[in-house]
């Protein structure tokens, strides 16, 4: 069965020529790269475009940036206009700590019950309660910590009900979940001879965890922490519908508070484009996005650990 | 003796931080849908949004968030498959390579209201679309596509490598390899992550404040030109979604019955995510089980 | 030698090729390996190896795991190439041409010299698309030279009469031994010159073990089969040439008979009676 009246010499059909090269190949993979090309495009065009104009209001509005963000005093309208954020800083670390703090024990404590203590019923129960808590939407949290939370606070403990404390519930919440699957790759992630070896020596199954999965796992772990801490550093609406969203300090934890995200989200729209007040926003908008990409690299610093 | 005491206590605390997570999950379920339901009724589903007086709908936020969802997904799913598609079978590894996962780190973890910001500043401002629905679908696009890159990603590296390699040592392209072997094989996997992705997309609301808008104009659900003012169709209108809509009517609280509406919004938006996870694990499963039978 | 007219270039190979590395045998060099070494990274899987593979006989590549003769098998049709690590220095020449020259039509390569793996890796399609994968990739889209093809291939692989019936049915649904067999015909469709045969026997159960074996001495007449195997007998039976390799060296290549009756190499007959790997 010839394939052809003349057969083409072993070189014409073995040595890539234009005529005997498949294009489909070229075709496609030109294709997957511009997409690629366009993820590293968006990326960079994000940073670009934000700074740029984040950095306006220094630039063109001649706002200094340390006092920018040192500076106490909100009051970014009338003669005397001031641009001080460090409340906002403030407030968005405040949220950010005080939640990783609540939800880090719960959430590796979780992970824990998921791979050491009752890894069935983990998988098959809380495995999908997981994922259903990751589901909900931010607004769907902040909904309910508006009307649930919210009055609960004000009817039991000092302030008004909106509150530092209240996001920081808040954001507790919504930040489990993710700082739970996380951990839970982590400690299942672990080798088996690590528990084995642990229990031969006669550990009991704490012992254990503490002693040698925790530490085993722990840049992991962080990982967990750090990814939370960025989630609820960036989140926005739910925040900002508990907070109370004040430009003062506050004075205790029950006191309302405002965040970078929640200011922004507020005033963003209410504000003339190019005016001062709408460029100091942006800076804003530009510290988000610089923290943000601060916890990438804490992220990956982290994972350069697990490897060794 | 001491830490045998110690052990139990430990457990005991777990067992409590699971009961914790669980109990949390039930509330919250039990609060949206007990609250939610009874305000869902047709006539809520079907009648438009109200500015001032009461009984209002949802019926454009919920058609605005599917359209916007079909949209997002129409952009981001070619492209995130082909960039996973990338990730997978042709970035070798260095220094680029790294980059591009640098890159798509970064966009995952971008907090929506920066990928809104970002939205505003290209797709509102400096077009000069202002608020519109495929202003809110390509900011959306932003933070969806890292999702879908990974999603493929792992699909494709989850194909046996005896699969690619039959197929290779037949004499065909990777190419075609890819879309004639390698994609069938993955794409339950493609499919599961799209659907939760969809879920995600479907909640998202800083995002889409600044960039899709806080209003619907009257839409004429006569009107399928896509090009027409009044059509629902037409993507160069404002659209206020369903998740947004909870946000604005709790925060400008203009209208005197915003704890039904926004209960009855968020039964919504948590049953259709409620919905998506369930389709995809379902489907999820059913395509597997298609794909390995009679082995 | 039995070919025909339909190959011209073969002819004029046989005057080209440098008859150095040819043992005393009448047949004519299909594959000629010069000083062919393989890197991963830093490690060389492969050490200059030296072997003039014939045509239209089998050549069994036996030695203990981890001695290179996977990583050597796999550079003939350049599927090394999939190792991003992987290196190759040396010459492999094919047709009168170094195929592991950069320039090389990998593609074009593959169909001529054909691969079946370890494992049976049917696609999970039909059985009668799984042969014709390949085909209408290379524009045969004409439904009676499709059948007929797959009917062919089905009969050289000596499956045809067991799946006749059910050319529509899922490959999966085969057993293992008719996979590897369906395997076969997918390769033989293609018309190779060469088939590389990566221990195709020995995931499977003794019988389909055999059926494999009787299936191979058939396919010799038609074609020229490189075979790795760990099984020292089926070596034995169905190969005409054996190279021994150890830790990536070819330590003795020569007629079958010979290695296995009266070996050169102590470490030949060492590995052979089993003393070792």
Known sequence: MAKASVTPSAEERLILTKKNRRWDEVRGRSLVTICAIIMIVATIAVTIFLAQKGLQSFTVNNINPIAYLTSTNWNPVGENASFGIFPFIFGSLAVTFLSALIAAPLGIGAAIFMSEIAPKFGKKFLQPVIELLVGIPSVVYGFIGLVVLVPLVRDNLPGIGFSLFAGVIVLTVMILPTVTTIATDAMRSLPNSLRQGSLALGATRWQTIRKVLIPAALPSLLTAIVLGMARAFGEALAVQMVIGNTRDLPGSIFDTSATLTTIVTLNIGHTTYGSIENNTLWSMGLILLIISFVFIFIVRYLSGRRKI | ?295 | ?277
């Open chain 3, 1 to 277: 030698m039995n070919y025909t007219a339909d190959r011209p270039m073969e002819t004029k190979t046989e005057k080209e090729i440098a008859p150095s590395e040819r043992k005393a045998s009448k047949r004519e060099v299909v594959l000629d390996v010069k000083d062919l070494s393989i890197f991963y990274g830093n490690k060389e899987a492969v050490k200059s190896a030296n072997m003039g593979i014939e045509k239209n006989a089998v050549t069994a590549l036996i030695g203990p795991s981890g001695c290179g003769k996977s990583t050597f098998i796999r550079s003939i049709n350049r599927m090394n190439d999939l190792i991003p690590s992987s290196r190759a220095e040396g010459e492999i020449i094919y047709e009168g041409i170094n195929i592991l020259r950069d320039d090389i039509n990998v593609v074009a390569l593959r169909s001529e010299i054909g691969m079946v793996f370890q494992k049976p890796n049917p696609f999970p399609k039909s059985i009668y698309n799984n042969i014709t994968h390949a085909l209408k990739y290379n524009g045969q889209k004409n439904k009676k030279v499709l059948d007929q093809i797959v009917e062919e291939s089905l009969r050289k692989a000596a499956l045809w009469d067991e799946v006749k019936d059910r050319l529509h049915q899922s490959a999966m649904s085969l057993s293992g031994g008719q996979q590897q067999r369906l395997c076969i015909a997918r390769t033989l469709a293609m018309e190779p010159q060469i088939l590389l045969l990566d221990e195709p026997a020995s995931a499977l159960d003794p019988v389909s073990n055999s059926k494999i074996e009787e299936l191979i001495l058939q396919l010799k007449e038609d074609y020229s089969i490189v075979i790795v195997t760990h099984n020292m007998s089926q070596a034995s039976r169905v190969s005409d040439k054996t190279a021994f390799f150890l830790n990536g060296d070819i330590v003795e290549y020569d007629d079958t008979k010979k290695i296995f009756t009266n070996p050169s190499e102590a470490r030949t007959e060492e590995y052979i009676s089993g003393r070792f790997g």
């Open chain 2, 1 to 295: 003796m001491n830490s045998r005491i110690t052990d139990r206590i430990a457990t005991g605390v777990f067992y409590t931080i699971a009961a914790i997570m669980v109990a949390l999950l039930l509330y919250l379920f039990y609060f949206i849908l007990s609250n939610g339901l009874p305000q869902v009724t047709w006539d809520f589903l079907t009648s438009p949004s109200s500015s001032y007086q009461a009984g209002g709908g949802i019926r454009d936020q919920l058609f605005n968030s599917l359209y916007i969802l079909v949209i997002t997904m129409i952009i981001t799913v070619p492209l995130g498959v082909c960039g996973g598609i990338y990730m997978a079978e042709y970035a070798k590894p260095g220094k680029i390579t790294n980059f591009i996962r640098t890159c798509i780190e970064m966009l995952a973890s971008l907090p929506s209201i920066v990928v809104g910001l970002f939205g505003l500043l290209i797709f509102v401002n400096i077009t000069g679309w202002g608020y519109t629905i495929i202003g809110g679908a390509l900011a959306l696009t932003i933070f969806n596509i890292p999702v879908m890159v990974r999603v493929t990603e792992d699909a494709i590296r989850s194909v046996p490598k005896e699969q690619k390699e039959a197929s290779l040592a037949l004499g065909i392209t990777r190419w075609h390899t890819i879309k004639t072997v390698l994609l069938p094989y993955a794409f339950p996997g493609i499919l599961t992550g799209a659907i939760l992705a969809s879920g995600r997309v479907f909640g998202e609301a800083a995002a889409l404040l600044y960039t899709a808008g806080l209003s619907t104009p009257t839409l004429d659900y006569g009107n399928w030109n896509p090009f027409a003012e009044n059509s629902p169709l037409n993507i160069f209108r404002p659209a206020e979604t369903l998740a947004v809509h909870i946000w604005s009517v709790n925060t400008q609280g203009l209208i005197p019955d915003v704890r039904e509406v926004a209960n009855g919004a968020s039964a919504v938006l948590v049953i259709a995510v409620l919905l998506f996870n369930i389709l995809a694990r379902w489907l999820g499963s059913v395509i597997h089980k298609k794909l390995t039978a009679g082995k």
